[in-house]
């Protein structure tokens, strides 16, 4: 571009000589691109215009003063005054400007870390484009019940929007894409109505069940200054607290704990930190009652005795009485139907009793079936599981009976002798196979633990397999952060670098088991783990397949009577082989693979580790059985 | 590998059913498998059909069985041959049918033939496994 001529005066100027001179359009371009290239122009000069407090100076105080530290984003123009405020303005320190490669990554980055964290990260987006590009991330989000804080730029004032891409990126509703899988949203005509909705967008937010909320930072309001700045406030913010269960019925859920011979407890998102976790603890052996872990968050130590979530089925099976603590698919404890013949199959015994504290009915919308299969209970009680389990504790130990008391007491020892049973099983069915290459998933999930069971702290932020579960010792609450929400492929890799972010700061060593196939769906993030630094250990699950596929589409050669012997196309990822050290090397990781030999997986882990120690993010490759 | 937790679950449970009807088959009839033989297979060619029709996808490539109940363990000591030919030829639970116009009768000896030479694993006490 010429020398005094940038590339948004040349346009604008085209533009207003276009619009001056009407029919001449073809013959006054050309003639400013002449003009351009002799460094001349024959547009009068624009004023040495500065504007000192630009409005979006005032948004990045706003967002300071709900102590969001991270913004993620992939840069672009809808919101470059915003993010120019928060490198120059703001310091680039909370928030700090995370560079991002695709809006799915940011959004995914922000679900990891808001579990890791416990509260939301900010995410940054062009109100069209940007949006699109974030919209399975934030469906993820959304059936995972994670707070994140969105931004969309978009100019909606249409009289001063640049011609041509800047009408394509600019829209009048930027959450109408996203408002069936959002908390909330809102599109403030002002600085003051910005303030004001970004403060109420972190509460609601943050309120359980949480979610995901959308505010367009308007980019007209954050390029132009701001206008009488005494007038301005920014709400002081004060986060609401989350609501216990009635305390009639709670008393009659532990009625009905207390008389029962086969109690079972099933939580899925029920805790919200470690104190969760205790509480339960404490609610399960007030009842010595076993407790499956679901798993959509960490809450049950899987050294404790009562943590039977590999008996779930027979424990189900047998119970006459089951609590449900936010489980997001009642109905299919109970219940399943079978694939591909939809055959119905009941579970449990027909009069089993069942009691179910969640507030997830406060958070359902219709288009999107997140809200799974309705499920009759006897008891449904409106309250925050976490917050709702000090009260049904005291419930059941101040309405005990002495007779009840020996009861729960008696259990004791066969409960210890299953628990003990169950882990042997596990550790029986991870030995098989061991030798065998590709290497077994047990044996991969083995090794790792032998290289990192001397972290103080841990978190294995993100792995389909069920092997760290059954085999690792995790108590706290940080140990795993559960999964996906939605099953959208393409969270693995994201998640897990925003939960390694997030632990960065509290000295939690992070790891994840990646699965091939997710991480083709943006391995960028990989480049923003090492270019923030992030310190994470991935040890690749390199199945070499999209293996779920595999079966289903065997099931549907068997149902439609044909062969299974081409079950391989379209679901297999070989032919070329992806070299994922490669890939993670060009993108600046410590790597290291292919590994199909199984006895140089941990020395190769162990390498990576030495690598994440030193601050680096690290990547091994390991080429594993199919699941 | 996509992680389809809700659908994976479902598969898990059934395989899981499938896996214990199987091993329930399998005790029950002790005395049969005692009387019967297994037509003579080839267990080269046994693996080369093992791997055409990706049974290591559920069942791993040495009959292991895999993560989550997904597919059942197969190997080794696996059912008796007529077990192992009914469950094929007319499956209980949700594993696909592989009937005699697809897999003929001398692949499913071959097969068998496969996972019968199928060595156990070291015991788990012998294994670095984690242990708490």
């Known amino acids: ?627 | 590998m996509k992680t389809e937790t809700i659908r994976h679950r479902t598969a898990a449970f059934v395989m899981q059913a499938f896996f214990f009807s199987l091993f329930f088959i399998a005790s029950s009839s002790a005395i049969a498998q005692e009387k019967e033989k297994a037509p003579a297979g080839s267990a080269d060619n046994g693996y080369k059909a093992y791997m055409k029709y990706m049974c290591y996808t559920c069942h791993g490539t040495v009959g292991q069985g895999a993560d989550r109940g997904t597919g059942p363990k197969l190997a080794p000591n696996p059912v008796s041959f007529a077990t192992f030919t009914a469950q094929l030829r007319t499956p209980r639970q949700d594993m696909p049918p592989y009937r005699k116009e697809f897999v003929s009768d001398q692949e499913l000896a071959d097969l068998y033939a496969y996972l019968a030479t199928i060595k156990p694993s070291p015991a788990a006490k012998d294994l670095p496994l984690p242990n708490f």
């Open chain 1, 1 to 627: 571009m010429a020398k005094g001529l940038d590339r948004r005066s040349f346009l604008k100027g085209a533009a207003l000589t276009a619009a001056a001179i009407g029919t001449q359009i073809a013959q006054a371009a050309p003639a400013a691109a002449a003009a351009s290239a002799e460094g001349e122009t024959q547009e009068p000069r624009g004023k040495d215009k500065v504007i000192g407090r630009p409005g979006s100076d005032f948004m990045v105080d706003v967002i300071k003063a709900t102590g969001i530290e991270y913004i993620a984003s992939n840069p672009g123009s809808s919101f470059r005054s915003l993010h120019e405020s928060i490198v120059n303005y703001g310091g680039n320190k909370k928030p700090e400007f995370l560079t991002c490669m695709h809006e799915e990554s940011s959004v995914a980055m922000a679900h990891g870390y808001a579990k890791a964290a416990g509260k939301p990260m900010g995410m940054l987006a062009h109100g069209t484009v940007g949006l699109q590009h974030a919209t399975m991330a934030v469906y993820n989000a959304w059936c995972d019940r994670v707070p994140i804080m969105m931004f969309a730029g978009n100019f909606l004032d249409a009289d001063k929007r640049r011609p041509g891409v800047e009408w394509y990126h600019c829209v009048q509703d930027p959450a109408a894409i996203h408002r069936d899988f959002t908390k909330w949203d809102d599109q403030p005509v002002s600085l003051q109505h910005f303030a004001e909705s970004v403060m109420r967008a972190y509460k609601i937010a943050m309120m359980p069940p949480m979610g995901p909320v959308l505010i367009t930072a308007d980019g007209n309001l954050a390029e132009e200054s701001v206008h009488d700045e005494k007038r301005l406030k920014i709400p002081k913010l004060t986060m609401s607290i989350p609501s216990q269960g009635d305390s009639g019925a709670v008393a009659e859920a532990a009625k009905l704990l207390l008389a029962a011979e086969h109690p079972v407890i099933l939580a899925d998102r029920a805790a919200r930190s470690q104190e969760g976790m205790t509480r339960l603890v404490e609610l399960a052996e007030a009842l010595n009652a076993p407790v499956c872990d679901i798993g959509g968050r960490m809450n049950f130590p899987t050294t404790h005795y009562l943590n039977r979530t590999d008996d779930k089925r027979a424990l189900v099976q047998e119970a006459d009485v089951v609590l449900m603590l936010e489980v997001a698919d009642p109905w299919g404890q109970f219940n399943s139907i079978s694939d591909p013949h939809h055959e119905y199959r009941r579970l449990a015994k027909p009069d089993v009793k069942i009691v179910h504290i969640s507030v997830a009915e406060s958070l359902t919308k219709s288009n999107y079936q997140d809200m799974q299969r309705f499920m009759p209970v006897d008891l449904a009680i409106f309250g925050d599981a976490q917050t709702t389990l000090p009260a049904l504790t005291e419930r059941v130990k101040s309405g005990m009976s002495s007779n009840q008391r020996v009861a729960i007491s008696d259990r004791v020892k066969k409960l210890q002798t299953d628990y003990r049973r169950m882990k042997e099983r596990a550790r029986a069915a991870a030995a098989v196979g061991w030798d065998v290459t590709p290497v077994s998933t047990a044996r991969m999930s083995s090794h790792l633990w032998n290289v990192v069971k001397n972290e103080e702290k841990w978190c294995m932020a993100v792995s389909g397999m069920q092997w760290n579960k059954n085999l690792w010792p995790a108590k706290e609450y940080y140990n795993f952060i559960g999964s996906s929400g939605g099953s959208g492929v393409g969270y693995g890799a994201p998640a897990a670098v925003g939960a390694a972010l997030a632990n960065r700061d509290k000295g939690i060593f992070t790891m994840t088991i990646q699965n091939d196939g997710d991480l083709m769906y943006g391995p960028g993030v990989l480049w923003t783990a090492a270019h923030h630094k992030i310190p994470i250990l991935i040890v690749m699950h390199n199945n070499r397949a999209y293996h779920q596929e595999v079966m289903h589409l065997q099931k549907m050669a068997g149902l439609h009577n044909r062969s299974m012997d081409r079950a391989a196309i379209g679901t297999t990822i070989e032919n070329p082989n992806i070299d994922f050290a490669k890939l993670a090397a060009s993108l600046g990781l410590h790597s290291e693979g292919p590994i199909s030999d199984p006895a140089k997986v941990e020395p190769a882990i162990q390498r990576a580790y030495a690598a994440v120690k030193r601050g680096e993010p690290a990547l091994v490759d390991v080429v594993t059985q199919g699941r």
